[in-house]
Every structure is written in C-alpha cells, then in structure tokens.
C-alpha cells in the first residue's frame, strides 16, 4: 500500500513462511546460543562480547531492552537473556547507514526495502535532511539542523501546532530536558509510546490506589504464595522475568496463567544462567492454565468473585480481609451487589473458560494470602482496557493483598525507560506537582492546558491542526493504530523530525521537510566537556539506578539526545528564556540536580544514583497509603464486555514474535510458536478453519470494518494454532492497519490493538 507513492508498510514476503515444531521449553541453552548466533550475524562478534559483560551489571549499562528490574544477586558475568543480546547487538552493529547509503537510495527505493532490511542497514552516522520536494536525504550540519527547526518553530502560529513524540528508551535526563524546552516553547503536546502501551493501567491505577505505577518490588516474587500472569508473554518480551517466576516457584508459590495462547515461556523454562538449567526438562512454571477469550478477562475475574462471595458466605473471614477492607477502602459493598447480580455459568462463558478451571483457579486464591497479579498488553490494549484493570485492582483489595510482602499490582512495563519518562514529565497533561516544581526550579509558568495524546496528535496532524511532528525516538508510523491514516497524517506535516539510532519507515513517510537527527545509543561511552557521563533510568519497578555505556560511539557525528535538546532548545528560545541550556546538557549532574528540585522524589539525586543499585522512588500504596482524592482504595464496578460476532467474524489479536522488538524486525522467526522465515502469519483455531472451508497454508486477506470504512490487510497464511474459537492472532506491525484511529481504550486512549473483529478472504495471489 502507497501513499504519495511512498510504500506505507513493508512488501509483502515473497515465500510463504516455513512452519516447524512449537517449542514446549523456554530459554536454555539454545536461546544462548541463538542469541550469540545473532550477535555474529549482525556485529562484530569479539567488541560485542565485551559489550555484553557489561549488560546490567552494577557499572554497565542499562538493557535496551525491556524494563525488568535487575536482581540484587545477579550473575557476575551474564545478566540477561537471549532478546537481550539481540536488542544490544542491533545497536552495536557494524553496519553504517552513512551519507553515501542515503545517496544511493532514494526514499521511494528505501520505502520498498522491508522493515527487516530497513533495520539491517546498520546505525545512522549523520543528520540528513529531506529538502521539500526532494527525493533523496541529504547530508546536513547539526547548525543547520537546528536553524531549520528554529524557524519552523518561530513562525508557527501557535506552539500547539507543533508535536513532541517520545519512545521509551530515552533517559530522565534527556526526557527531563526535553518536557522543560516543549513547555517552555509553550505547549503540553507530549505523547508518547506509553499512550500506546500501558497508559490504561496508569489511568486505572490512580483512581482505585492512588498513583499510575505498580507496587510489587522484585523480592516480593520470593515470598508470594501465587502470582497470576494475565495478557502476557514474558518468555519472549520479558525473559528475565521468567528466573523470578523460577524462583517464586521454588520457594512454594504456584502460577496462575491467563492467557489465549499457552505461551511456551509460561509453561516450562530452562535458566541458562545455570548449570541445572542446561540439564533436565526445566522447571514448569504455570500450575492452572486459564486459556480465556480475546477479551473474556472481566468475566473470568468476576465469576472468581462470585465463587469467593460464596466461600466467605460459608465461612466468614476465610477469603476477604475485612480488616483492610474497612480501613483502606471504600465501595466494597457495592462492587459485591454488583457481582452477585451475574449469573456464574454466563460468566464463564463470556470468559470462553470451562467452569472447573475457574473453580480451580478461584480455589487457589482463595487459599492464598499473598497474591501478585501482573499483566501487560493483552490487559490494556481493550476498549475496557481501564475496566480490566480496575477488575484486577478489585480482586487483590478484596483479599488485603496490597501493601504486604509478597502481594501487589505489577503491571510489567514495555521500554526500559517508559516509566522514568513519565516520571521526570513525558506527559500530555501537566500535573500540578510538575507545574510547581518548573516554577519553582525555572521560574516561568508552564502552560497548563492539555496536550494532545498520541491519537490525537494524529487526529490533528490530519486536520491541519499541527503540522509539526518531532519524535524523540521510535518509530511513530509504524507503532500507531491505523497506518493508512497516520501516514496521511505525517505526509500532510510540513516538517517531521525523527532522533533516531537507526532507520526506521517515520523516515520515510515524512512530512514535506524532514530531518533524521542520529544519537548516541544506551551502549556508547558518551563524553561531555571531557567527562564521561552517565544516565539513568527507572524500571518496572520503580527503581532508578544509572546507566553508563562504554562501546566507541557509531560515528563521531552523533551527539547525545540531552545535547540535541539543548541545542534545539537554544536555537529555538535564543534569548527568550533565562536558561542554559547547553549548560546542563554539558554534563548531565547538572540536570540531574534541577530534577531534584522540580520532580517530588528525587532529592539528592546526584548522590543517591551513584549508590549501588540506585534508589526507590516513592510508593505510597505499597505503604497503604493510597493517595487517591477520598485517601482510601476504591472499589469499581465493571460491566462484562459484549463481542456478539457475526456468522465468519473472528477477534483479532495483535502480538509480537520471538524476533522482533515492536517495529524492529531482529530476524523473521518465531521460534517458540513454530514460525520461520517470515511473518504474515494468522494463527487460527483448527476448528475454524475448517468452517471457514478453508485448509493450513492457505493465504487470506484480513478485512476489518470500523467507522463505515473497510481496511484491509493482504496476503496472510493460515496456521492451526492452540487458540480458543473465535479468536485469532496476527503481528504487529503488519497487521496495524486494521485497527481504526476510534478503536480505543475508553478514557485512556490506548489503541485497541488486542481486539479487531475481521474477516476473511481468499487472498487473489495465492
Ligand atoms: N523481545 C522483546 N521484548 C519486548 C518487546 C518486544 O517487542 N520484543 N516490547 C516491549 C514493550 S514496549 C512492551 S509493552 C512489552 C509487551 O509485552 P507483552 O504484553 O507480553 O507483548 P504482546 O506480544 O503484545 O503480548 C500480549 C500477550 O497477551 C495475550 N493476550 C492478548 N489478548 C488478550 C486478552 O484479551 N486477554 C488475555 N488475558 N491475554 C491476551 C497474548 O496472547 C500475548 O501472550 O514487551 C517489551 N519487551
Ligand atoms: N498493533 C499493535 N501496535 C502496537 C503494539 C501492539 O501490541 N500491537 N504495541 C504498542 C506499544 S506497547 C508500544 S510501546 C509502541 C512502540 O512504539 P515506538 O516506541 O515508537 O517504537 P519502537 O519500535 O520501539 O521504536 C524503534 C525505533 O527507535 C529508535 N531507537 C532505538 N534506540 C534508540 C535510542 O536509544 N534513542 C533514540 N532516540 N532512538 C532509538 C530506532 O530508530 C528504532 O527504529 O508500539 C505500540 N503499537
Ligand atoms: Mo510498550
């Protein structure tokens, strides 16, 4: 698909994908040696080596990967996992995507490349700008660059025209420096790929305990008595994860999983970090597989309730805590009336879950004290996304199981900075804390009026309501929901500006003037006024700890994404503020002590990062202290989704292979679910293929209809998978295009990327 003659999406694969066996074990040593296969394939073997010594230790370098805390008893040499590796040695490439490669490829040859190849043409050297009408990227100077962008800025007719994107791989610091030059070039249009991700847990959270972040810390799995995994699929997109499910099991604890599909990594796992890891079946990790329906999660919580309600009944004080109930809380009563208006056999069936498995699943909760639930996008990309979460919220309120070794709410985060971002005020509102710590750190008043949120900002991008697009990483076009319109959106800018590491298809579907600003990357030494710096970071955790690369930069033409802040800021404000900003972007102390005195929980920044594994930021629901408006934890009542699909209707799922991190492609496998050598791939009950009158192997366009309007995605093969009738899975990004700009999580805005109805066609080219 092409507008402007661009291709929007990558090319169709010209072999069908290979399928080969599903995996029944996760990890062990063939994910080591996979992931050291990738990093000779792509890098240079023996500088990537060293660089991997250095992955999350105590004087390295933060994972680029995902945000899973670190361990206190880490292993000396080796702490992470086999997507890890891949994640660094995309970044520690020896490829170059120099002046010359731009030269030779105009942007429609570039656009015709896929997503993988895009990826696979190594780190950006230079800034190179897209001059209107041009046909090529051209070589430009960082002066220039930040003159262009100086003079877009200034001649807009309001700050509000312009948006400031930001990708979750960014530091505080340079987020930090960031939020302060948008609001004080005047607007809060800040989204950013939380709003994408896990912005429905961040609006549930604060209203039912207080604060948008978890409350669990990595300890709490080693005194647990059960952790419930819920719209996950931490084998693949939080491998580390899996040594502390490992570990909760061993101490006692038992797994509850929920999910669609019986992702491998959920089910048996082999640490290779230890020797027994490499020996035997490996531990099995889930004890109740919950195999839901896309979106059947209220449901099934609910008929737990239901269950719960009536094992309290017969034995009052077995199963809920009414001491906390009454202290910490309030709607109790209500939440339960509501319940026990339900019908437990209609539940299940909404839940797609055979009443025994929840009878079992509400038995061991009941018989639990300490519960941790975790959940990550099959939770929060619903339109209920913020109901699901509230579902769970309910469900640990009502057993006390917050605030208490080994108990909580632990959403697992994407990016491994995302939180921090939002922390330090990547935000498209401007909460009061932040409006004061601005002013009372850089005495000028920040704007207060909302901004827009990440659909919005492509709303207005479409209207001609803003014109200027500026991400701070990621790769905007291809994240977002609905891919035809976000390109209209970006094509119609008149300058889109992209700090990248590496090229991505943002780069291309452009806005009329477009500049690629390359950066330094998490695993480079980075060096200002001759002193090596350091950044820092927040996990899923709430733990900030720094971050210090140590590889030779891609090209002495990068700089920092602090210095590239500051730069743009100084270019752009000149006089207009009485702040330096180059300044602090000249050795990031300097920014982190103004973040100590604008951002509430940060005092003595400067000395606390430097102590071994960072510090905590405060929590107050982990105290029982739950900042809410009434000060107490609130109960909500839900209403059970309804999916009345039509006769060849099917839910579809968006998800993420083995080989991919969101839109960078590593490889085109995907090795636990059996997948090889490509990617359009729909994975369907076999049941449902035979009824569809159609066999595995096939090839079917996807077809979605929302807002009167029909998207299609072309060319998909047909894979019998372990899946609940109905429902179907795809990857993203290719299959972005069926999900509308309007299918969103009520309140929260997250894409409804985990449930697009489809339907099915012959594909004309098979
Ligand atoms: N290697 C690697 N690591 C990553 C990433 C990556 O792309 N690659 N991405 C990072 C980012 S930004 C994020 S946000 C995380 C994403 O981490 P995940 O959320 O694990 O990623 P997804 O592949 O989207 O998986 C969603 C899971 O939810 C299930 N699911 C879908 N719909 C439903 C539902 O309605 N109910 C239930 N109960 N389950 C459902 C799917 O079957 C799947 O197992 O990973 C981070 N880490
Ligand atoms: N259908 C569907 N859509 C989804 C999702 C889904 O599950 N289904 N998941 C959503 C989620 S959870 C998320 S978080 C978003 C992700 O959305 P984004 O964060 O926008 O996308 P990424 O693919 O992570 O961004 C990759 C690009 O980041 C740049 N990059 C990498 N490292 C660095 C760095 O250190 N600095 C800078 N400046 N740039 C760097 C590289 O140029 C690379 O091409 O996608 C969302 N979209
Ligand atoms: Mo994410």
Redesign the pocket.
Known sequence: MKKNDIRIITPIEEKAPTLGEISDVAAGPKAVAISLQQVGKYSDVQGCTTTLLKLNQKDGFDCP??AWPDPEDRSAVAEYCE?GVKAVAEEATTRRATPAFFAKHSIKELAEMSDFELGKSGRLTHPMLLKAGGTHYEETSWEEAFEIIANKLNSLSSPNEAIFYTS?RTSNEAAFLYQLFVRAYGTNNLPD?SNM?HEATGVALSETVGIGKGTVKLEDFYVTDLVIC?????G???PRMLSALQKAKRKGAKIIT????P?VGLMRFKNPQEVRGWIGKGTKLTDLFVP?T????VAFLKAIMLLLIEKEAENPGSVFDHDFINEYSEGFEEMIADVKKHDFEELCIAAGVAAIKVRKAAAMIAESKRIIICW????TQ?KNGVENIREIANLLLAKGSIGLPGAGLCPV???SNVQGDRTVGIWEHLTPDLEAGIKRTFNFQPPTQSGYNAVNAVKAMHKGKASFFFGMGGNFLSAMSDTEYTAEALQQCDMTIQVSTKLNRTHLVSGKTALILPCLGRTETDIQEDKEQFISVENSMGIVHSSRGHREPASEALLSEPMIVARMAKAVLADKMDIDWVWYASDYDRIRGAISTAITGFEDYNNRVRREGGFYLPNGPRERNFTTKSGKAGFTINAVPEHDLEEGNYKM?T??SHD???TTIYDLNDRYRGIHNGRRVVFMNAEDIKKEGLKQGDFVDLVSFYDEKERVAPHFMIVAYDIPLRCT?TYFPEANMLVSINSKADRADTPAS??VVITMRRSEKS
């Open positions: 990967g995902c997507n979750g790929c991700c819920m719209g996950q699929n931490p693949t997109n939080h929920v999910n669609p599909l992702e839901v896309i979106n059947g999660d990550a996008m099959g939770i619903h985060r994407g990016h799922m998800i993420r991919q991190y969101n899975a985990k449930l």
